[in-house]
C-alpha cells in the first residue's frame, strides 16, 4: 500500500478543529427584554373570568339571603367591619 501526501490530510483536519477563543462581547441589557402584548378580547375575557370565579366563591360560602342582608347594611351605612376581626382572618389564613 503505497500512501502518498497524507499530511494535507492531517493539516485539513487539524485546521478545522482548532478554533481561537474569542473575546466575549458586551451585550446591552436593553435589547434583553421581555415583552407581552394582550388583545383587548383576551383582557375582556380575563376580566369577566375573574369576576365568573369570585362569584361562585362567594356563593358558595353565603347564602342569597345573607347576601342581600349584607348589601342593604352596606347601602344604608349600618355594616361595620372590626380590625381585630380581618387581622385575625388574616392571621389564620
Known sequence: MN?????????AY?????????KKQSVSVSKNVDKAEFSAASKEGAVSGAKASVKRSVESYASAERIAALKSMIADGSYNVSAENVAASILEG
Do not use: L
Open 3 to 11: 500512501v502518498n501526501k497524507y499530511s494535507s490530510y492531517v493539516s
Open 14 to 22: 487539524v485546521k478545522n478543529t482548532y478554533e481561537p477563543v474569542k
